[in-house]
């Protein structure tokens, strides 16, 4: 637990410290976004390289509080985390297109399913499934990673919305993992979470600095191992009684519940138009609270609320049927959501 701390705090403090340096520079070198009027609401010109301090942050306190002797992953990890964030960089200065970028992601996957053995070997429950066979196994972790990848950089529409529900499933990672005894994946996840609330103090609304496809896609890849991590622990006997009775797929879903939730819808809308599921628009969620009205610290901290919610119901229906708990993760936030969103309109969201 103290290695923990020190790693949160340590991620903090250097983000803190070098962000403003880092705005700086962006600024100096035209590494800036511009506002336009249809995807865009930010004013001025604003600096998009904040994955930058992300990235160095969480990997300078994992890498000094690692609190194993053994290896074991980290370098396949190390190696998915670089391949994003690389990719992410070359996209925020000088673009690239989504292809190279869905190739990209499929890599750092394949590092992870295939040479670390990062893996979902069965649904534990979901649908009365426990184990599934090996072949299914591998294209569902290659699907799943992509997917939740992709999730975080598309919801990075908004200040600190990325950022903000990172740190909330960072919080729920750690938290698990801290309690069930695997002080490897509660490091990692408090040395992002550390990270993540350091730049909040920048990327909140009105941002300085946003985090740009290096700081989501690094997030992305960390959620995607500590998910499926979590959901193939077998040592969760270490838990207290009150939490080894969650389901465990049900809780990733909490978690990841809002970028999964966006990136479904979006990707449904856009097939259904016949476009391709990466084209840009103004259908997540985010920009529909927007449209009807919200500002930019509004949306954000109802999403926030939401993610809670949904972090709640997987804690409260812990014990029952995982297949009902994880209906209920889904069900129960998505209409709350209707709630701040009908106020305003008088019309539902989906």
């Not at 010109?45 to 306190?61: C, Q």
């Amino acid at each position: 637990m103290e290695l923990d701390f020190i790693a949160f705090v340590l991620s903090f403090c250097v983000v803190v410290y070098f962000t403003p340096v880092l705005i700086k520079v962006a600024i100096f070198k035209n590494l800036i976004d511009k506002p336009d009027k249809e995807r865009k609401f930010h004013e001025g010109e604003i600096p998009t390289i904040g994955g930058i301090m992300i990235f160095a942050a969480t990997i300078i306190g994992y890498g000094i509080c690692f609190p194993s002797p053994y290896i074991e992953k980290f370098n396949f990890l190390l190696s998915s985390i670089m391949i994003m964030f690389f990719v992410g960089i070359k996209d925020d200065i000088i673009g690239t297109t989504p292809l190279k970028k869905l190739a990209a992601h499929f890599l750092a996957a394949l590092i992870m399913v295939v040479l670390a053995d990062v893996r979902i070997k069965g649904f534990h429950g979901i649908f009365d499934i426990q184990e599934i066979p090996e072949g299914l196994s591998i294209l569902l972790s290659l699907f799943t990673i992509i997917v939740v990848v992709n999730a975080y950089n598309l919801i990075d529409g908004v200040d600190g919305l990325a950022a903000g529900v990172g740190l909330l499933g960072c919080i729920v990672f750690g938290v698990w993992f801290l309690l069930s005894g695997n002080s490897v994946e509660s490091c990692l996840a408090f040395s992002l979470g550390g990270a993540l609330l350091g730049f909040l103090g920048f990327n909140f609304s009105p941002a300085r600095i946003f985090m740009g496809d290096s700081g989501s896609l690094t997030i992305g890849i960390i959620m995607a191992f500590l998910s499926i991590q979590l959901i193939e622990y077998e040592k969760s006997y270490y838990l207290m009684p009150p939490l080894d009775a969650i389901s465990k797929p049900a809780l990733v879903i909490a978690a990841l519940f809002y970028p999964l939730t966006d990136t479904m819808r979006v990707f449904i809308i856009r097939i259904s138009e016949r476009r391709s599921p990466f084209s840009a628009d103004r259908n997540h969620i985010h920009h529909k609270l927007l449209d009807a009205g919200f500002n930019h610290k509004k949306t954000v901290l109802i999403i926030y609320l939401i993610t809670l919610i949904s972090i709640l119901t997987a804690f409260f229906s812990r014990g029952l049927n995982p297949s009902f708990s994880l209906f209920a993760v889904i069900a129960i936030p998505m209409i709350s959501l209707q709630i701040p969103y009908y106020s305003k309109t008088k019309r539902f969201l989906f």
